[in-house]
């Protein structure tokens, strides 16, 4: 049995860096106090740093997303910090992050008790990404080999393809990660549904934390709607629609940690021992039946 925590992160203007680090870290002992052995924070959590531009620059989407550079090198030692110190497994989430080539991508690393475990970029682009910020496409999927078991991340749109959650069952990951980033409640549940869905076809358990709340001084970050959530399949010795929890409040004011337990080995079981195997019956039957 692992622990788990799942962050609805209210979006707070943070104008020092002192102030965020200290945010941040208060956030993350929150959970570590709950017993949580992995943490996760929402797609473009990051973003939040813009909070330390000067009005105008954060205030413009594409400035604040080139003004946030000169602090992910600071942002990652901290999230690196924050993971060593506790000795627990931490996703702070998404942010824009310029490549060699100049292009802008969707990253969210991986920190472990012992540093940096990598990242993972987002593979599908929102029209919003693609259409105003002009952010990239990222390539290939990791699978991260943790104490807690094989974890991959899909970052809010990519949950709703799925075959890149097949393609990160298929190389042994039973925890997917997926932080998520929506300003309407369509938005949420569009991710939400597929979550729960990519969990029932490939019978692994999905992790879904959003942000939530308004940022009037951020373009990027300014509505934000969603709850958090544990997903698994739904069969023998797992709740019976899938559910194991969920956050009680839709976006509530403040950030709210949802801590829950989940046995791998039983999800594993269920693969082998299930009413149904869908994550086996897939490959098989397909080629058949079209």
Excluded at 86 to 102: A, E, K, T
Excluded at 107 to 128: C, E, I, N
């Amino acid at each position: 049995m692992i622990r788990l925590a799942a962050c609805q992160y209210a979006i707070e203007l943070h104008e020092t860096w002192d102030a965020y680090a200290d945010h941040l870290q208060r956030l993350c002992a929150e959970a570590v106090e709950a017993g949580a052995q992995l943490l996760l924070l929402p797609e473009y959590a990051g973003l939040v740093l813009s909070g330390q531009l000067p009005a105008g620059q954060r205030g413009d989407l594409k400035a604040s997303i080139a003004g946030i550079q000169a602090l992910i090198g600071p942002w990652l030692a901290l999230c690196e910090g924050i993971a060593r110190r506790w000795g627990v497994y931490l996703q702070p989430g998404s942010l824009p992050v310029q490549g060699s080539d100049g292009h802008y991508r969707n990253r969210a690393w991986l920190f472990g008790p012992q540093g940096v475990l990598g990242y993972q970029d987002k593979l599908m682009m929102t029209r919003f990404e693609r259409e105003q910020w002009g952010i990239t496409a990222g390539q290939g999927l990791q699978v991260f080999d943790t104490d807690l078991g094989r974890l991959g991340i899909l970052i809010c749109y990519d949950n709703e393809f799925p075959m890149l959650a097949r393609r990160l069952a298929e190389r042994g990951a039973d925890l997917i990660l997926a932080p998520s980033c929506t300003d309407t409640v369509a938005g949420y549940h569009r991710v939400r549904i597929g979550a729960q869905a990519r969990a029932l076809e490939n019978q692994v358990a999905v992790l879904q934390s959003p942000t939530v709340g308004r940022a009037d001084w951020s373009p990027a970050l300014d509505e934000n709607v969603g709850r958090a959530g544990l997903f698994v399949p739904p069969d023998h010795g797992m709740p019976g629609d899938g559910v194991v929890a969920e956050s009680e409040e839709l976006s509530p004011l403040k950030s709210r940690w949802m801590v829950c337990e989940v046995d791998l080995a039983e999800v594993r079981r269920v693969r082998q021992e299930g009413q149904v195997f869908t994550r086996r019956d897939w490959p098989e039957q397909f080629e058949r039946i079209v």
